[in-house]
């Protein structure tokens, strides 16, 4: 059996593991690559054999097994790509939840402000109440004040005669007096 090797192919990390089984180009031999790793460099050995010293059903063997492992590729393409597709969605979806939790993050903020603000308005409310209850008494003591007023700013004209006139009947009782006493 004819052996071809192939030095620093690529690098398995394992010794002597079958990585390929297949027929070469020239569809006579079947070619498995193996490793083994020395102490001075990284060999990997092709070992092509010849078809007809394999058994005669192992090509028949081996065509149902490419065509599964064909299907099999064609299947893990196809599964791949709905994973990529359903992994896509799935980060539109988190970035959407994203957005929505900074939202509701906000929303939360924004209602506790506002029940602070509605808590503060009840007390100014009450303290409102308070000084417009207090206040009332004050508003019908100052309406009886400005009544009153009025009825004085009406009255002023007819007091002022009458003050005229009681002094100018004085100044005669005093003139007399003066005149009196004088003499």
Partial sequence: MPKKVLPNYRHCGMNFVTHEVGVCASQCYVVMLNCCVSE?????????????????????????????LAAARESLNNTLEELASAQAR???VQEKIAALEVEFEEATAKKAALAAQVADCQVKLQRADKLIGG??????RWTATVKQLQIDLDNLVGDVVLAAGQIRGLLTCVGNLLAICLL
């Fill in 135 to 140: 206040l009332g008494g004050e508003r019908s």
């Fill in 90 to 92: 799935l980060a539109a």
């Fill in 40 to 68: 001075d460099s990284l060999h990997h050995l092709f070992t092509c054999v010849d078809i007809g010293a394999l058994p005669p059903d192992t090509a028949l063997q081996v065509a149902p097994k490419r065509a599964a």
